[in-house]
């Protein structure tokens, strides 16, 4: 049930017409589309559900019924923020809800095996990180803030799980579904990582992480798990040289750089 409410608060929804409750979950990957279809046979037993392609996307729907129960007990499934009932759960159930939160709304880096997860609401994105923490003790970066969409107007918030202890806790603890991303995340895990880059590779390495995402200092010195000085110092090696440079973001208190690569 809790891997249910997980996909039907990312990309799933409610369809509240006329108090009909249609149930409906949309992906690109069909693995996970057969695991919505299991997981409401498995809860509420032998049910219609209708799966759709259109284009590359599959849509799965099913009764109003359904939709009414959940809707009931979790709560609107517009990810405002992580349901109480799931909040107060055992930590096998906030394995699932974070799976399958995870499956939809995260990406793993094909290079360095990073995880981060970004979403539109800030409180949500809070109450899954507070979980992460605090119930399986993995450690996050900071929320951050992204404006930077090409693809939307919105702000979206992020955080991000790094280095090999973190990663290794993640997919021992919650794992992925999603086959893409646990085979990338399997792939980081089975390298060797080394305690000493090369002369010159870190720069290398700093550029190739900002071409993916655009990072403050800290989130990258947390990363490569190295110290921000030295971070920094790289940083600026690669701004002298025209290739990346920063935008200052208020904090509550003071400003942070958010580095980017210069188009």
Request: hydrophobic share 35%.
């Amino acid at each position: 049930m809790a891997n249910l409410v997980a996909k039907l608060s990312c990309d799933g929804c409610i369809l509240d017409r006329e108090n009909s409750f249609t149930v409906q979950y949309s992906n690109t990957n069909l693995k996970l589309i057969e695991e919505f279809k299991r997981d409401v046979v498995d809860v509420f037993g032998n049910t219609k559900i209708k799966i759709v392609k259109r284009g590359s996307i599959y849509i799965a729907r099913t009764t109003g019924l359904i939709g009414f129960i959940i809707t009931k007990y979790f709560g609107s499934m517009h990810a405002v923020e992580v349901p109480s009932l799931i909040k107060n759960s055992n930590i096998y159930i906030k394995s699932a809800f974070i799976r399958g939160v995870f499956d939809d709304e995260s990406t793993v880096h094909k290079g360095h095996g990073q995880i981060r997860l970004k979403m539109l609401n800030r409180r949500f994105v809070n109450g899954i990180k507070s979980i992460l923490e605090n119930d399986f003790k993995i450690s996050c970066s900071d929320v951050l803030e992204d404006s930077s969409s090409k693809f939307s107007k919105n702000t979206h918030y992020y955080f991000l799980i790094s280095n090999r202890f973190n990663l290794e806790k993640f997919r021992d603890r919650i794992s992925f579904t999603h086959p893409k991303k646990a085979i990338r995340l399997n792939q980081r895990l089975s390298n060797v990582i080394k305690a000493e880059y090369p002369k010159g590779v870190s720069g290398s390495l700093i550029y190739d992480i900002l071409k993916n995402s655009s990072m403050t200092s800290k989130e990258i010195a947390y990363i490569l798990n190295r110290s921000n000085r030295i971070v920094q110092t790289h940083l600026n090696n690669l701004k002298e040289k025209g290739l990346v440079n920063y935008q200052p973001i208020k904090r509550r208190y003071s400003y942070e750089f958010l580095w980017k690569v210069v188009k």
